[in-house]
Each structure stands twice: as C-alpha cells, then as structure tokens.
C-alpha cells in the first residue's frame, strides 16, 4: 500500500530505530481491528458519504487507518497522517 510506504520511506529518512515500531504499531492495530471491527469511528465515512467506512488511531504514531470491516476482514482504504487533509485524501 502506497500510503504505508510512504510513511516507512518517511521513518527510514528521519528516525530510522522507529521504522520497526511503526511496523508493529500498524500490524497491531490491523490486528485488533479484525478482531474488534465496529470500533472505528464512522465519523469521516458519513463526512464524506463513504457507506461503511470507519477510522481508528494508530498508538503512538499521528496516523489513522481507514477501513470497512467486512464479514471475515476488514479492507483497509487508506493509512493517513492525522494532520493531511483527511476528506479530500479519502475522496482519491
């Protein structure tokens, strides 16, 4: 996924002992998300008109995943950093 490596590209360049943690952080989150996948918040979903879609904070790093929880997964859309504009990066 584009926006994953754009932010280990990011690390790498400017705090490379924090690409790893990142890594963990993210695969982390993913993981209780599929465990737990209503708990996002559908705040940006119904902002923007996206059926389904739903947000939660990554710990410890300022990004946000954004996905759809489905019946056995969830599809993650995007991972943005919370200071972008988030709307009009969703609507890409």
Request: proline letters at 8%; a positive charge.
């Amino acid at each position: 996924m584009r926006d994953l490596a754009q932010a280990r590209a990011y690390y790498r360049r400017q705090a490379p002992p924090v690409v790893a943690d990142f890594a963990l952080a993210i695969d982390a989150e993913l993981l209780d998300l599929r465990r737990n996948p209503a708990k996002g918040s559908p705040r940006y979903g119904l902002q923007i008109g996206f059926a389904g879609l739903r947000s939660w904070t990554v710990k410890m790093f300022p990004y946000a995943i954004f996905y759809v929880p489905q019946t056995d997964c969830v599809v993650v859309i995007r991972v943005l950093h919370q200071a972008a504009d988030i709307p009009t990066h969703l609507g890409q």
